[in-house]
C-alpha cells in the first residue's frame, strides 16, 4: 500500500497540480529576441577592420636550439582583401629587441 501512494505522489509532483484553479495554459514569456547589434547614441559607421597576418621566420646558424635571428614580416589587408602595407622588424640576435623596421604602404 505505501508503494502505491508514493507512486501517486511522485506522479502528481511531475505532472504538477494546479488544486481548486483548475488547469490553466502557461502563458510564454513576451521578451523579445535578443538583438545582435550594440545600440549607440551615436551613429557609427559600419566599417570592417582590417585584417593582419605576421610570419615569423627565426634561423638557428650555430645549432644550438637557441635562436640567432629573428624577422618578423606583418601583411595589412583592408576590408577587399587588398594589401595595404608590409612591415619588416628585424631581431638581428634574437635578444627580443627590435633592431631594424621597415614599413611600406601601397595606398
Excluded at 508503494?3 to 497540480?17: E, N
Excluded at 551615436?42 to 582590417?50: I, Q, S, T
Excluded at 595595404?84 to 601601397?106: K, L, N, P, Y
Aim: aromatic content about 6%.
Amino acid at each position: 500500500m505505501q508503494i502505491g501512494a508514493w507512486v501517486i505522489v511522485t506522479c502528481i509532483a511531475l505532472w504538477g497540480c494546479n488544486g481548486a484553479e483548475g488547469s490553466a495554459p502557461r502563458s510564454q514569456p513576451t521578451t523579445p529576441a535578443p538583438s545582435h547589434e550594440i545600440r549607440t547614441s551615436a551613429r557609427m559607421p559600419v566599417v570592417p577592420a582590417p585584417r593582419q597576418q605576421t610570419r615569423v621566420t627565426e634561423r638557428d646558424d650555430d645549432a644550438d636550439g637557441i635562436a640567432d635571428y629573428r624577422v618578423f614580416v606583418t601583411e595589412s589587408f583592408d576590408a577587399g582583401g587588398n594589401l595595404v602595407s608590409v612591415t619588416t622588424e628585424q631581431d638581428f640576435d634574437a635578444d627580443g629587441v627590435i633592431d631594424a623596421r621597415e614599413r611600406t604602404d601601397f595606398r
